[in-house]
C-alpha cells in the first residue's frame, strides 16, 4: 500500500514563527500537492512539485513556500505564520502520469494563534 | 479547467443503491473524470476513473454519457460506513494540468440505518 506520513497530526504555533511542515510518501512517486482545507471550501492547492527541486504554484500559493531536495520528501513552509493560516494541510502524492490519481496523507491541523 | 457542480448533500438508508451525479458542461476532450471520497479527519481516498462509457471496480461504478457533460458515481448497496464526502474532478490527466486541480466542496452523503 501506498503510504504517505505528516510529520505531526495537530500543531499550535504562534503568529509570526516559522512553520515547517514535512512530508513523505514512500511509493517513488513523481508529483507530490500540498493542500489546505476549510469548511465550505473544499481542498485547495498550495503547490505542486513533480520532481526533485520543480514546482508549481496552485491556486493559494501567497504566504507558502516548498522545498523538495529529495524525491520522498516534499516539505510546506509558512515564513511567518498568521491566524488566517489556521487549517487542516493535507500533502499527496501520484505517479508522474496519474495525476488525478492521488495518494493522501492524515493530515496536519494547524493552529495559529 | 472543466467547472463542476454536484449537489451539496444527499441522504439515503442501507441498503440503498446511491448515484451521485456530477456535472461538467464545458468539459476538454482529454479532460477525465475522478472521483474522491473522504472520511472525517482523514485525507481524501481515490476512487474511481473514466473517460467515457462505464467503468467498475469493487468500490463503485462510473457512468458517462456519450456528450460527457456530466457522469454519475454509483454506490451499490450503501452501508452506514460510506457516510462520507464525495468529491468529483475533471482534468487534463498530464502534468501541465497537475497545478490546477480543484476539488471543489463536494456533496456530503449521509447513510442512516
Known amino acids: 500500500d501506498v503510504k504517505v506520513t505528516q510529520s505531526s497530526r495537530y500543531l499550535v504555533k504562534r503568529t509570526g514563527e516559522k512553520v515547517f511542515l514535512e512530508c513523505v510518501q514512500d511509493?517513488?512517486?513523481?508529483?507530490m500537492f500540498w493542500y489546505r482545507q476549510d469548511p465550505g471550501l473544499g481542498l485547495r492547492l498550495i503547490y505542486f512539485?513533480?520532481?526533485?527541486?520543480?514546482?508549481e504554484k496552485g491556486d493559494i500559493p501567497e504566504g507558502y513556500s516548498v522545498s523538495r531536495e529529495k524525491k520522498e520528501r516534499f516539505s510546506l513552509i509558512l515564513e511567518s505564520a498568521s491566524t488566517n493560516q489556521t487549517s487542516m494541510y493535507l500533502c499527496?502524492?501520484?505517479?508522474?502520469?496519474?495525476?488525478?490519481?492521488?495518494?493522501f496523507g492524515p493530515g496536519t491541523r494547524l493552529t495559529v494563534t | 479547467l472543466a467547472k463542476t457542480t454536484q449537489p451539496i448533500s444527499m441522504d439515503s438508508y442501507e441498503g440503498q443503491e446511491v448515484n451521485i451525479t456530477c456535472s461538467h458542461n464545458n468539459i476538454a476532450t482529454n479532460d477525465y473524470i475522478t472521483w474522491y471520497q473522504q472520511f472525517p479527519s482523514q485525507g481524501p481516498r481515490f476512487i474511481i476513473q473514466g473517460y467515457k462509457t462505464k467503468v467498475t471496480n469493487e468500490v463503485a461504478s462510473l457512468f458517462i454519457p456519450a456528450d460527457r457533460k456530466s457522469s454519475t458515481l454509483s454506490l451499490p448497496r450503501v452501508s452506514l460506513s460510506d457516510t462520507a464526502v464525495y468529491y468529483c474532478l475533471v482534468g487534463d490527466i498530464r502534468r501541465s494540468s497537475a497545478s490546477k486541480i480543484i476539488f471543489g466542496s463536494g456533496t456530503r452523503l449521509s447513510i442512516r440505518p
Open positions: 512539485s513533480y520532481d526533485v527541486k520543480m514546482k
Open positions: 499527496a502524492s501520484s505517479r508522474s502520469g496519474t495525476p488525478y490519481e492521488q495518494y
Open positions: 511509493m517513488d512517486h513523481e508529483n
